[in-house]
């Protein structure tokens, strides 16, 4: 399946985005919600968001070794990509971050086929304040991976692109909340 940015843009408006009063992660109040999940688990939105990512990747001109992010939101965006990678024979190679290390076997906080050194790419659903996605950040540099790059489904144009510069990560996103006729909150 090829990339086609307003085919996804029309599946987020149809099944994520919902107008009302909502309670943010943060604690902020919003007039709107995006369940990205709904797109991210939907057979069409699965392909389009990791055509997306992996044409914005492509474009880019250096495919990462791996692409990730924090359980469970991120996981099937990675699940996507992976496997679209593999059908156009691309060595991308998954990963996921645990948001506390495991307690048990190896106590891992950073799980599959990754080593210390390599390049990888963090994903995310929804990008707010960035906290989640940079969160991933620091794990996966701790655990020795070499991060410069987050790709999100969605910014709220919240400030979040603002913390990643200040972390030395560039954010791409394949849409904005003004994609959708919403001015940031």
Do not use: W
């Not at 069409?44 to 044409?55: F, S, T």
């Not at 099937?76 to 971050?97: C, H, N, Y």
């Amino acid at each position: 399946m090829s990339y086609d940015r307003d085919a996804l843009i029309e599946l987020i408006a149809q099944e994520s985005l919902r107008r009302g009063q909502f309670t943010l992660a943060s604690g902020k109040q919003a007039s709107y919600y995006l369940d990205c999940r709904k797109i991210t688990l939907h057979p069409k939105g699965a392909n389009l968001i990791a055509a997306g990512m992996l044409e914005v990747m492509q474009q880019a001109g250096d495919l990462p070794q791996a692409v990730g992010g924090m359980a469970i939101g991120a996981d099937p965006i990675t699940a996507s990509i992976v496997t679209i990678a593999g059908q156009q024979d691309l060595p991308l190679k998954g990963f996921m971050v645990r948001k506390e290390p495991k307690d048990h076997g190896t106590g891992q906080q950073v799980e599959g086929p990754v080593e210390p050194g390599q390049k990888v790419i963090i994903v995310e659903d929804v990008i707010t304040s960035g906290g989640s996605a940079l969160k991933a950040v620091e794990v996966a540099r701790d655990f020795g991976l070499e991060v410069d790059h987050v790709i999100a489904i969605i910014d709220r144009l919240a400030g979040g692109e603002a913390a990643f510069a200040a972390k030395g990560v560039k954010l791409t996103t394949l849409t904005t909340i003004r994609d959708f006729g919403i001015e940031p909150e």
